[in-house]
């Protein structure tokens, strides 16, 4: 079983739409998770950042951890055009030195309709 | 892109010949990681540096090697460039506690 699992869709929605996005994951050591947001042929940007259990919300984007079941989502509302990129889910728990070695899922692409 | 550089952006080499990438932050961030990124591979770590002169490998080390000789500086480098090797090379930051901020990658192919 992999660390991180996350569904690679594509998912396409049309403008205005609720978006899920999801990944599950198997190492209870992680304690830190965020959610990343790639354009084509850009470098991952990060989208949001949580701390343990718990939601986040800011502006359209509501990320969730469910840790007893070692699942974490993310929420867009009045989903956008400008909204079409991949989203990489990426967790961690503390490692050497206080550095975060984060491990990634393979990245979910979203395509938004006008 | 937080204040991360990378050189060169893109590149065609051919198999054997050794390559450099650079990753250059201005954020003076104790750590640095290298990222490779493929399709159905997602992103992999190759190494990170947590203080000059003070490097680790990652998950896909093999092939590669890497340098930091100044805070601000992160070489990798392919020895003997392959066709495996051919990718999307992220450079990555980050403080003692923040997450990591990313560059605008290097495309690099190997013929």
């Known amino acids: 079983q992999k660390e991180v699992e996350q569904d690679p869709g594509p998912l396409s929605v049309p403008e205005g739409a609720i978006v899920s996005l999801n990944c599950t994951y198997s190492n209870s050591a992680f304690q830190y998770f965020m959610w990343y947001r790639q354009y084509s042929r850009k470098g991952p940007e990060l989208l949001m950042y949580?701390?343990?259990?718990g939601n986040k919300e800011d502006g359209r984007f509501t990320a969730q951890v469910d840790k007893s079941s070692k699942y974490i989502s993310l929420f867009i509302r009045d989903s956008q055009p400008s909204d079409s990129a991949t989203y990489l889910c990426a967790m961690s728990a503390r490692g050497q030195g206080g550095s975060e070695k984060l491990v990634f899922g393979k990245g979910t692409k979203l395509t938004v309709n006008p | 892109d937080a204040g991360i550089t990378q050189s060169p952006r893109h590149k065609v080499t051919e198999t054997g010949t050794p390559v450099t990438l650079r990753c250059h932050q201005t954020?003076?961030?104790?750590?640095m990681y290298w990222y490779r990124q493929d399709p159905g591979h997602g992103l992999r770590l190759i190494h990170y540096s947590y203080g000059v002169k003070d490097t680790d490998k990652g998950e896909v080390s093999d092939g590669y090697s890497v340098s930091r000789s100044k805070t601000e500086d992160f070489l990798l480098t392919l020895e003997s460039a392959t066709s495996s090797q051919t990718s999307v090379y992220f450079c990555?930051?980050?403080?003692?506690?923040?997450?990591?901020?990313f560059g605008p990658g290097t495309r690099l192919t190997v013929l």
């Open positions: 954020e003076n961030h104790r750590y």
């Open positions: 990555a930051i980050s403080s003692q506690t923040d997450t990591q901020y």
């Open positions: 949580t701390y343990s259990s």
